[in-house]
C-alpha cells in the first residue's frame, strides 16, 4: 500500500466511524454514499419512511463540510420552486435573479417521485451539466455537486415514476432495508435523540479533490473492462426473429433474459468502472479487482434494467437478475 492509497483508507475509516456516532448499523450505506459522491455521481435512495434516510443525508454533509439543502417535492411544486427564477424590481425597471434552493452543493431531493414530470426534468439539467438555466442565462451551480434523492416504494398514491432517461442520470441506486434487532435495539434506546448527536468535519475541500485525482489514477487492466462489457451485454437481449425461437426462449426456465425488457445503457459501464476504483481505492489498493466490480454492480445497474411484465408475473426482482449474471459470467 503506497502512501496516497494509505492516505484515502484512514480518511474513509474516520468517516465511517464519525457516521456511526448517529446512524447505527449503517457502515455500508454510508461507504457506498462516500463511493458515489467521489465517484462523482448522485445517489437514489429507497426505503420506507423511518429507515433514517435524511439523517444519513445531512450525516454526510457534516462530515463533508458542504452546503447542505434540502428540497420537500410534493404535487404541486414548480420548476422555479427548485432551479430560481426572474423577480421584477419595480423601483429599478430590470429583472433579477433569485437562486432556488438547489445552488447547493448537497441536495436532498426528498421524495423526488412525488413531483410532475415537468419538476423532474428541472433537476436533469443540474445533475448531468452541473448548472441552471433561469429567464435566457445559464448558472453553473456550486461545486461539488451532489443529488440524493430518496423515494418510498410503497406508497404509489399520488406519485410520478422516475422516466428511465432521469434514472440513468444516477450513479447508484441503494436499497436501505430494515435494521437488524440488534440495532434496532439500540436505535430504540436513544429515544430518537441520534439527530442531536455532534458530527464533526472530517474532510476538507483539499481531501475531496485530493481523493478524486487519486481514484483517477487507480489502474483497471484490461480484462476486467472486458469483464464489465460482458456484464452489460448479458441484460441486452436480441429479440427472437421467429414464432417458434420465441416460445423456445420462453420455455427455458434457465434464460433470464425472458425478464428483461430493455437492458441498460453505455453509461452504466462508465458508472460501474468509476465505482470500482473507488471502491478499491476505499480497500487500500491502486488497481482493480473482480471483486470491486461486483461489490458495485447490484448498486450500479438495479435501477437501469427495464423488466418485462413476465418478471413481474413471476416475482422476479431486478436484484435477482444482477445476482444471476454476476454468478454466470466467468470472473476473469
Given amino acids: 500500500m503506497d502512501n496516497e492509497t494509505e492516505y484515502c483508507k484512514k480518511i474513509v475509516e474516520k468517516c465511517l466511524d464519525e457516521a456511526a456516532k448517529r446512524l447505527v448499523g449503517q457502515k455500508n450505506l454510508v461507504k457506498d454514499i462516500l463511493i458515489a459522491f467521489i465517484a462523482g455521481g448522485h445517489v ?12 444519513t443525508v445531512k450525516t454526510i454533509a457534516e462530515i463533508l463540510g458542504l452546503d447542505f439543502k434540502r428540497i420537500q417535492f410534493t404535487p404541486d411544486l414548480l420548476p422555479a420552486d427548485v432551479t430560481g427564477t426572474l423577480i421584477y424590481e419595480q423601483n429599478k425597471g430590470t ?28 433537476m436533469l ?10 429567464g435566457e442565462d445559464s448558472y453553473k451551480l456550486p461545486s461539488p455537486f451532489f443529488v440524493l434523492a430518496t423515494q418510498n416504494p410503497v406508497e404509489q398514491e399520488g406519485t410520478y415514476n422516475l422516466p428511465e432517461a432521469e434514472l440513468d442520470r444516477f450513479i447508484m ?29 472530517i474532510i476538507s475541500d483539499a481531501d475531496i479533490n485530493k481523493l478524486k485525482e487519486i481514484a483517477d489514477k487507480v489502474t483497471c487492466d484490461e480484462k476486467l473492462i472486458d469483464y464489465i462489457v460482458s456484464i452489460l451485454n448479458v441484460t441486452r437481449p436480441a429479440a427472437p426473429t421467429s414464432e417458434k425461437a420465441r416460445k423456445n426462449a ?31 481505492l476505499f480497500e487500500g489498493r491502486n488497481f482493480v479487482l473482480p471483486e470491486d466490480i461486483k461489490a458495485v454492480a447490484m448498486n450500479v445497474l438495479r435501477h437501469r434494467l427495464v423488466l418485462s411484465y413476465e418478471a413481474a408475473a413471476d416475482n422476479v426482482t431486478a436484484d435477482d437478475i444482477i445476482s444471476r449474471i454476476l454468478d454466470f459470467i466467468p470472473l476473469p
Fill in 44 to 55: 437514489l435512495l429507497e426505503g420506507v419512511p423511518g429507515l433514517a434516510k435524511t439523517l
Fill in 95 to 122: 429583472f433579477s435573479v433569485r437562486k432556488g434552493p438547489v445552488f447547493a452543493n448537497v441536495i436532498l431531493a426528498d421524495e423526488i417521485n412525488r413531483a410532475p414530470a415537468k419538476v423532474q426534468s428541472a
Fill in 125 to 134: 439539467e443540474a445533475m448531468e451539466e452541473k448548472q441552471v438555466t433561469i
Fill in 173 to 201: 441506486k441503494l436499497v436501505i432495508n430494515y435494521p437488524t434487532a440488534e440495532n434496532e435495539r439500540q436505535i430504540v434506546k436513544t429515544c430518537g435523540k441520534a439527530p442531536l448527536v455532534q458530527i464533526n468535519k
Fill in 250 to 280: 420462453a420455455a427455458n426456465t434457465n434464460d433470464i433474459t425472458r425478464y428483461i425488457h430493455f437492458g441498460v445503457s453505455p453509461r452504466a459501464g462508465i458508472a460501474i468502472l468509476q465505482c470500482a476504483k473507488v471502491n478499491a
